[in-house]
């Protein structure tokens, strides 16, 4: 009861939090100019006065907000796509991001374990320096610096590869292989310093967790070294690594990197957000960042509770 | 009784010292105090040694290297765009593979440039095996390949290409002052500036007899300062006296003085007020005249020009971007930017999360619920919505300048950090027994958080600080490299670099392997800095 007490609490709080935010965006950005373009078409100045541009920033905001709850209608896009539902023009931006998120974090996370627990193994032992030599920087690198790596020496030098995504109308769809085959180095650069944020963290738990006194008693009634390590330490060393997992799985539904898809020209989210700010496309950048919000507080609240989910030690306040 | 008197009088001689016979050993060792242990745990570290050198190497080349170096940002030369480092390590060449009317087109650079106004016919004369290894020359070395060109396979050369004499000629508009200075700049230093003009005008003979005019691309291309074929554009090679052709040496065109053409008035003064005198029939011609105008029309060889107006040859440790700016300062300065916006901002966050998340952590309750609310804001507001929102109101509009905008706007969620931080040490230790004595012995708040609960708190929060700089500069870098921030002229930052380098990264990747090596540096150097400081600090490291 006190747990569900406790998540409504946090979800109430998050709401809140959410909505101020939304509301300090909306001010920010309507405070900015927005005279009526020349030439605009009825149909944009019925649009425009409907919103209430005409009005003060006040007034907007509440037929915004009305406009929310009532029809779920979060204006429309002036810029990107003319006179369409901001809405919609988000939503087909997602699928890219969410591809190319997606398939990055289902080859990070094995591979990120899998290297940690080898890592965590070998202790003190050689791979175990090397690793340390090099795990910084990987980790303090951000992925679009492997993105031009990747580009130049991959891409470039053994062509291998597509030095950019492929454009969707040569496609039939965003899972087409040819595309899938484009997006591999976005995908991969994204993965790179997740394998090793990963891999670093689970070798960090994993060898605290070897070195405890359970693992002698495990090892000292029998068990193989393997059976012990992954029938007993590597549940309790993910513990507090699966919420950390969970709340990386969530944020892949926002814009996993902007500049990945500015290097690689892919039309996701990210995108769709620096042509907002560039075009000043007000609504779809109220949408888009309300949702970014939304993604980030719901990641981190997510995994919070996860954390005493996972663990039965840790009692809620 | 007897005894014990006996006792007192044994002398003092007759007792012997058997030595100290205590099983407490004597502590050899000076006391060590929890910072000065941090620090020889520090510098013990290889990482932290790394760290620091690359810090230093960073920092000796954002500040002091500049003070050495001949160019500035506010440089564009256009004809010297992507011109390759040229350092210690790199000579300035390049490889590209020319059709064979391009590479007479390069190689006739470096037989122009050997033009001498005192002896013409024989300048003239000279062929381009001549001219191979002259310093002008912009074509190095050379071998013969096969060049497909839309399916079709040509003859064409593998050339190492001197990207600095590359742009050779240009025709440029001048006044008549700037024509004097020049002439005494020649003069004083013995680089010749002014080449002859391109007789680009008038028609000729073709080889099949025809009266043709001038191709166009006499018209822009300085270069083209010899007689080229109509359909090729490759050169006419020059006849010896027995009429045979001579491989490699061109006919020049360039403007002569014609006596018979009808002289205006007004252009006989120009002539005399530039060179002295009117011109004799023949004469090869160095500037040309356009009626009516304050100006005259000049070929110049852009490496002197460059020369001329800057008074140092043109010589780039990194090279130059596409737009002819210098990439080494360009680097420099943005790294300094960089550096001191990040450090500035990681100060000011660090004092105000401080204060903020002392008040919060030590009174808690409600002032910590507001405080905590206040914060989620405030990160959860994505980075990139405040600092475009700042940008667009304020810095664009010329409010406040951009590094000021910058500053607020990252100070605005990074003290959250701190804050958050300090909020937790002192929930950690405000209940322990020794701040309850302190208190007991009639301790104010103020002593006892500051004196005895913050000083807990200082190691993770120059972990903190450390690592905050690499993050700062990371969002900048990035809130450039999308263009969201825009930068004036004169100025320059890694994230801007960088994107300016990315659209040529397959033709000339030294504009972007610059930018990208130092950012890589920055980041690791920090980060390696962070962690070594987090480990030494670590409070489970003690006496190991």
Known sequence: ?317 | MEQNNNNNHISQSSFEFVGVQTKETVLKTKPQGYYSEVFKRFIKKKSSIIALALIGILLIFAILLPVFYNFDTTMSEPYFKSARPRNFLSSGNYTRTLGLNEYYNLAGIGVATQFDDSNPDKSIAITIDDSMGYKYQPIKSSKNVDVTFMGLSRSGKEVSIDSYTESGFVYMPITFAEWHNIRKFEIESGRQVIYPMVDRYSSYVNENGELRGRPSTYLQNANYWYEIKDDDSMPFWASDANGNQKENQYIDNYLKFDINAPLLEEDRAIHEDLLGKVPENGDIMLYEISSGSASIVVRVFTYNEFVYRHGVEPSFWFGTNNEGQDIFSRLAYGLRMSLLLALLVAIISLIIGIVVGSLAGFYGGKTDLYVGRVQDVLIGVPTIVILSLIFMHWIQTGAISMFVGLLIGFVLFSWVGYARLIRTQFFRYKGNEYVLASKTLGAKNRRLMFKHIFPNSLGTLITQFALAIPAVILTEVVLYFLGILQLSNGQSTLGVMINEGAAFMTTAPYIIIFPVVAFIIIMFSFNLLGNALRDSFDPSQRGK
Not at chain 1, 113 to 134: C, E, S
Not at chain 1, 290 to 313: E, H, I, N, T
């Open chain 1, 1 to 317: 009861m006190d747990t569900l007490k406790y998540t409504l609490k946090r979800i109430g709080l998050m709401l809140l939090t959410l909505f101020v935010i939304f509301t300090i965006v909306f001010v920010l950005i309507k405070m900015l100019p927005n005279p009526l373009p020349e030439g605009a078409t009825e149909a944009e100045e019925a649009r425009r006065a409907a919103l209430g541009y005409d009005k003060t920033v006040i007034e907007q905001y509440f037929i915004y907000l009305g406009n929310i709850i009532t029809k779920w209608d979060w204006g429309t896009s002036w810029q990107i796509r003319y006179l369409e539902n901001a809405t919609d023009v988000f939503v087909d931006r997602m699928i890219p991001t969410i591809i190319i998120n997606l398939l990055s974090f289902i080859i990070a996370v094995p591979l990120g374990i899998l290297l940690g627990v080898f890592i965590a193994q070998r202790k003190n032992k050689w791979q175990d320096h090397a690793y340390g030599a090099v795990i910084v920087l990987f980790i303090s690198l951000p992925s679009f610096v492997f993105a031009f790596i990747l580009q130049y020496f991959i891409a470039f030098k053994l062509g291998l590869f597509t030095l950019k995504a492929e454009s969707i109308t040569q496609v039939s769809g965003w899972l087409d292989p040819r595309m899938l085959y484009s997006l591999m180095l976005p995908i991969l650069a994204m993965a790179i310093p997740f394998i090793a944020s990963t891999s670093r963290n689970v070798r960090a738990e994993l060898s605290e967790q070897l070195g405890s006194e359970y693992m002698l008693l495990a090892r000292c009634k029998g068990l193989t070294k393997r059976q012990a390590t992954f029938r007993h330490c590597f549940k309790n060393a993910m513990i507090p690594i699966l919420p950390l997992l969970i709340g990386a799985f969530i944020l892949n539904f926002s814009a996993g990197s902007i500049v990945i898809e500015n290097v690689f020209g892919i039309p996701g989210t990210g995108q769709l957000y620096v042509d907002t700010i560039r075009l000043l496309d007000y609504d779809v950048f109220m949408v888009t960042s309300v949702f970014f919000a939304f993604v980030a507080l719901f990641a981190g609240l997510v995994s919070d509770l996860s954390f005493s989910f996972l663990d039965p030690r840790i009692r809620v306040r």
